[in-house]
């Protein structure tokens, strides 16, 4: 007995030292990680001359990553992802340093959003405004991945390459004649003609006003892109439309004929005219830099106390916990309060990233916000989407900024719950119900839904909306009459957004911060924080540091 006693002690302990072990590792990683990010900032201010930036765009993109991400890169067990700040600051970095005299830019399939693409798209032009070169070569482009090659003063095609140049659609399903054939369907209750999320469920059909809504929003979106391409390119109106409506750019030949791009080579062939334009021989090395040796080189200021935060509200809203890629009340509540107390923290930039999703919990992080209002300024920035519940965090703002791909707007309320009233009959399920009040089970999916239910949930909806509408108004300074030609569940580009009044400033993440600073009168004595801030679990931790998890 005292053998296995013994054993399992001695077992015990091992495990407790083992992991004791591995957390002392991870945070000796993470010495090791501030080291080797030291270690890149002295490699920014060596570059040698006449070196060209390598920027890879085919990375996964976002606007705020995982805290355990750095280690899992370093480790080997997770993929580069790319900070979507931290990419911007290092083409603002790369323009500003003398011995980088140009970009190699790959774009085949970038993994961003419109809105995203459209901000890199004129840090690379910014880039080119200081009189510096980017050249860009790919096996093939993407529509999006073309869209950001062709700020580039020249574009090579693989010669077994194609481009992808066809336009903006949308293609939506319907549900009803499914619902109907087998008696499973989804009983929705909504306010607003364009709320379109619920539309597949309740007809065949798409409707004349989802039909517009959606026509005027890819229109409003393409003609930005397509204007772009052809300023960069000095292609008229008429060639590019001729080339997208045939799909010219499909075959290298056309392309090329059609100023697509500027040459149809080998990827060693394009290595030689790199080195051309840099002026050095075909057999010399090619000073290069990576995106990674110059990203944590950041405009930090020592001895300055003043902070900026940004508020990074990604995801779908939820009611619950929260975290990098779901909007969750806890969480967000508790870090907004976090800030407001902060002394250092002297104003906020809201970066909204979110289809929407659960109207109380936007209502619960909407009247934190404004508490946090009360003592410090806050810019909304608005990403690839900041739609429905992600447009009514916005309303607190004393600025909104848009550009002009930002998907926005969605200012309706809807509710919907599944149903198999008739399927459960069709498969011999009855359900029988007992209560003590007239409306104790209130709903359920095996009968249909009572009057009732239906008008109760009706007028909670419209309460939703109406309140929605009234948080519109009040952070927008435009009349209910006004909101309500804008809502009806309708969604607008930034583009439109900026007309209508639903956002007031053109620009991107860094001209917020910069009128959250003016806003502050912080000058630019101020550094930039990020929130929320996710500790990682232990969980977290012994997945990346045992090597046999996987």
Not at 109 to 121: F, N, V, Y
Not at 345 to 361: E, F, H, M, N
Request: charged share 25%; proline share 3%.
């Amino acid at each position: 007995m005292n053998f296995f006693r013994n054993f399992l002690a001695s077992f015990l302990g091992s495990i407790t030292a083992l992991i004791l072990i591995i957390s002392f590792g991870f945070f000796l990683l993470a010495g090791i990680a501030s080291v080797a990010t030291f270690d890149k900032n002295i490699l920014q201010n060596q570059i040698s001359s006449n070196s060209v930036l390598n920027l890879d765009l085919d990375k996964d993109i976002y606007d705020n990553i995982p805290i355990t991400q750095e280690f899992e890169e370093i480790l080997g067990v997770s993929p580069e992802i790319i900070k979507f700040l931290d990419l911007i600051n290092a083409i603002e970095l790369a323009s500003d340093n003398e011995n980088i005299k140009g970009i190699n830019l790959k774009s085949q399939s970038p993994k961003m959003g419109w809105s995203q693409a459209l901000t890199i798209r004129k840090s690379l032009q910014k880039f080119k405004d200081k009189g510096k070169f980017i050249y860009c070569y790919g096996d093939f482009f993407s529509q999006k991945g073309y869209y950001l090659a062709s700020v580039s003063d020249s574009i090579f095609l693989n010669p077994m390459g194609n481009i992808e140049l066809r336009g903006l659609g949308a293609e939506v399903l319907y549900y009803k004649d499914l619902q109907e054939k087998y008696g499973f369907k989804m009983e929705v209750v909504r306010h607003g003609k364009y709320k379109s999320a619920v539309e597949p469920y309740l007809d065949d059909k798409m409707s004349e006003a989802n039909r517009n809504q959606i026509k005027s929003l890819l229109n409003s979106i393409w003609d930005g892109i397509a204007n772009q391409i052809k300023s960069s390119r000095k292609i008229s109106p008429e060639n590019f439309n001729e080339v997208v409506d045939n799909l010219d750019s499909t075959f290298p030949e056309n392309a090329y004929r059609n100023n697509i791009v500027d040459g149809i080579v080998s990827k060693t062939q394009y290595k030689h005219k790199l080195k051309r334009v840099l002026g050095i021989k075909s057999n010399e090395k090619l000073n290069s830099v990576s995106y990674l040796n110059i990203k944590n080189n950041s405009n930090f200021k020592k001895g300055t106390r003043n902070q900026i935060a940004i508020i990074y509200a990604q995801g779908p809203i939820i009611y619950g916990e929260g975290n990098e890629s779901n909007i969750g009340q806890e969480l967000f509540a508790k870090t907004i309060r976090k800030i407001k107390n902060s002394k250092r923290i002297k104003a906020v930039v809201l970066r909204i990233d979110s289809p929407g999703g659960v109207a109380l919990t936007s209502e619960i992080i909407w009247d934190e916000l404004i508490e946090l209002k009360k003592e410090k300024p806050i810019v909304v920035s608005m990403g690839n989407v900041a739609a429905s519940g992600g447009y009514y965090l916005s309303t607190v703002a004393d600025k909104v900024f848009a550009n002009d791909f930002t998907i926005t707007g969605s200012i309706g309320v809807f509710a919907m719950v599944p149903n198999i009233a008739e399927f459960s009959k069709r498969i011999g399920i009855n359900a029988e119900q007992v209560e003590t009040n007239e409306n104790s089970i209130f709903y359920t999916p095996f009968e249909k839904p009572t009057q009732k239910f239906q008008l109760d949930v009706k007028k909670n909806i419209e309460n939703i909306y109406e309140m929605f509408k009234k948080r519109v108004s009040d952070g927008r300074n435009i009349s209910m009459n006004e909101v309500e030609a804008l809502a009806q569940g309708r969604v607008w580009s930034g583009e439109q957004a900026l007309k209508n009044g639903l956002a007031n400033e053109e620009g991107d993440i860094k001209e917020a911060i910069k009128a959250a600073a003016e806003l502050a009168d912080l000058g630019n004595d101020f550094n930039i924080t990020s929130y929320p801030k996710i500790e990682p679990e232990i969980n977290d931790i012994l997945s990346l540091m045992i090597p046999f998890n996987s």
